[in-house]
């Protein structure tokens, strides 16, 4: 059984702050140009990177990049890793997308070529190592790290990447059942889908936004048919339980499918259990040169 309830607690960094570069790079086709946040390592030579995609309220909040993804990049940078955060909302100008809406839909269709056009622009570098790119999401962009690393993507270019996502996280994802990942971004069959690279889930077990019941069904499935998927279950934690000192409220303004208020706040021994299980689960599955 791959399904693991944990409610250890396991040290980690915790970040204070952040350097990063703006960087622009060319969508796929018929996509707009991107604005992403690099940050590095400080080991000179060439790094192995992860592409971050940003859940529904997006990378930025009033300018600042939202704590969730610099603590973990601060996290992954002192363990040797370059991070790639992805500005998929910004970049077209849109706000938030957690509630039913055209915009919403656009992201869901668009992101996964993001989750590339990043992958081809770490690639080019240098100071990277083309072989070790990591792709990890948090809420619908976890939905979108479900979309992307399927064997049938809906972001793949064609002809595909010599070398394509090394791994992959997905935080609560959205989007993470057998409906939602056949259609209608996918033509995926039902009992078919499959990862083209290692996929471990972190999932709240008390999450109320994005339920655990059918993301996990969805992924014991996909491991039960031999493909390398894994989901974590924190029995206590609910959504964005990683976020960094946020007391456990309502999210206002949202709603979940069946109506009530989304709740979310941080889980401690969640989140340092996550910080340290991620690393564990890349030093299996992105080797060194």
């Known amino acids: 059984m791959s399904v693991v309830f944990v409610g250890v607690l396991i040290a980690c960094s915790s970040a204070t702050s952040l350097a990063v570069e703006t960087v622009t790079f060319r969508g796929t086709d018929g996509l707009p140009k991107l604005t ?48 790639l955060m992805v500005d998929s909302a910004g970049s077209r100008g849109i706000g938030e997308t957690c509630g039913p809406s055209d915009a919403r839909k656009r992201m869901y ?39 992307t690393v399927s064997a049938q993507s809906i ?48 999932q709240g077990g008390a999450d109320n936004w994005t339920k655990p019941e059918p993301c996990v069904a969805f992924i014991e499935a996909v491991r039960k048919r031999g493909h390398p998927a894994r989901i974590i279950l924190y029995p206590d934690a609910v959504h964005s339980f990683d976020v960094p000192n946020l007391s456990l409220q309502q999210r206002l303004g949202s709603l979940t499918e069946d109506g009530q208020a989304p709740l979310i706040g941080t889980n401690e021994p969640a989140r340092r259990d996550a910080y340290a299980r991620v690393l564990e689960f890349l030093r299996e599955h992105v080797r060194g040169d």
């Not at 400080?42 to 930025?60: K, M, Q």
């Not at 792709?135 to 790290?145: D, E």
Request: net charge positive.
């Open 109 to 147: 269709h668009e992101r996964p070529g993001d989750a590339y056009a990043a992958l081809a622009y770490l690639q080019s570098s240098p100071r990277i190592d083309p072989r070790r790119i990591v792709l990890m999401g948090w809420s619908q962009g976890g939905g979108i790290v479900l979309l």
């Open 36 to 83: 992403g946040y690099l940050s590095w390592p400080r080991d000179t030579r060439r790094a192995p990177a992860v592409v971050f995609l940003h859940g529904c309220s997006g990378l930025r909040k009033k300018g600042r990049i939202r704590s969730i993804y610099t603590a973990w990049a601060e996290h992954l940078n002192g363990t040797g890793y370059a991070v």
């Open 155 to 202: 972001g793949r270019p064609s002809p595909p990447p010599r070398y394509d996502f090394s791994a992959a996280v997905a935080f609560y994802p959205s989007a993470c059942s057998v409906r939602h990942q056949s259609s209608p971004y996918t033509t995926v069959a039902p009992g078919t889908w499959r990862p083209v690279s290692p996929l471990l889930v972190l």
